[in-house]
Antibody, heavy 121, light 106 residues
Framework: QVQLLQSGVEVKKPGASVKVSCEAS????????VIWVRQAPGQGLEWMGW????????KYAERVQGRVTLTTDSSTSTAHMELRSLRSEDTATYFC??????????????WGQGTLVIVSS | DIQMTQSPSSLSASIGDRVTITCRAS??????LNWYQQKPGKAPKLLIF???YLQSGVPLRFSGSGSGTDFTLTISSLQPEDFATYFC????????FGQGTKVEIK
């Protein structure tokens, strides 16, 4: 069965970086894309970016552009999200999710369990 | 970015009620509209994709309609497990989500 397993809770100081991983199983990793979505406590969902596991193409949300990098490792079927220059407002649960090979027209049909990132001095 | 506006932001309903949630896009998105259900502490779950297609395994009481800028999610007969928050999301270009509709027990 399709599963996305994310890395554990992270506690970081302002200005630091965090890297969250998302290990996929149960499907051909390079046939799909991965999006990253975050949710601040008690708030809605915010799309952060998309990466094609097929060719590494990426798109980022304007709000985090320049601070976020998405990568994939096909040898381990793992997607990574690195966020730099962390601020308190980056405190959120970060989700990875599987989407189609192209960003447009895709619903996210499988999701990771979420990774809580806490940014606090 | 395309703005997605959901209404209402919350509603109270009883078991067996018909529930309708609407989502409006700030520009036409054809049928690139998805609906998700989220329960507290859990990841979102895809219910409807491409405005009206039921995701595999989702009960038939869920349905979606609309195209262009106006969309609707309908639950034909609300069940206890349906109390949750629902989000619309456009996938026409850089994805954006609606602010959510919390469905509570009356």
């Amino acid at each position: 069965q399709v599963q996305l397993l994310q890395s554990g809770v992270e506690v970081k100081k302002p200005g630091a970086s965090v890297k969250v991983s998302c290990e996929a199983s149960g499907y051909s990793f390079s046939t799909f894309g991965v999006i990253w979505v975050r949710q601040a406590p008690g708030q809605g969902l915010e799309w952060m970016g998309w990466i094609s596991a097929y060719n590494g193409d990426t798109k980022y949300a304007e709000r985090v552009q320049g601070r976020v990098t998405l990568t994939t490792d096909s040898s381990t079927s793992t997607a990574h999200m690195e966020l730099r220059s962390l601020r308190s407002e980056d405190t959120a649960t970060y989700f990875c999710a599987r989407v189609g090979r192209t960003l447009s027209g895709s619903g996210a049909d499988y999701w990771g369990q979420g990774t809580l990132v806490i940014v606090s001095s | 970015d395309i703005q997605m506006t959901q209404s209402p932001s919350s509603l109270s309903a009883s078991i067996g009620d018909r529930v309708t949630i609407t989502c409006r896009a700030s520009q036409s998105i054809d049928d690139y509209l998805n609906w998700y259900q989220q329960k507290p502490g859990k990841a979102p779950k895809l219910l409807i994709f491409a405005a009206s297609y039921l995701q595999s395994g989702v009960p038939l009481r869920f349905s979606g309609s609309g195209s262009g800028t106006d969309f609707t999610l309908t639950i034909s007969s609300l069940q206890p497990e349906d109390f949750a928050t629902y989000f619309c999301q456009q996938s026409y270009n850089n994805p954006t989500f609606g602010q959510g509709t919390k469905v509570e027990i009356k």
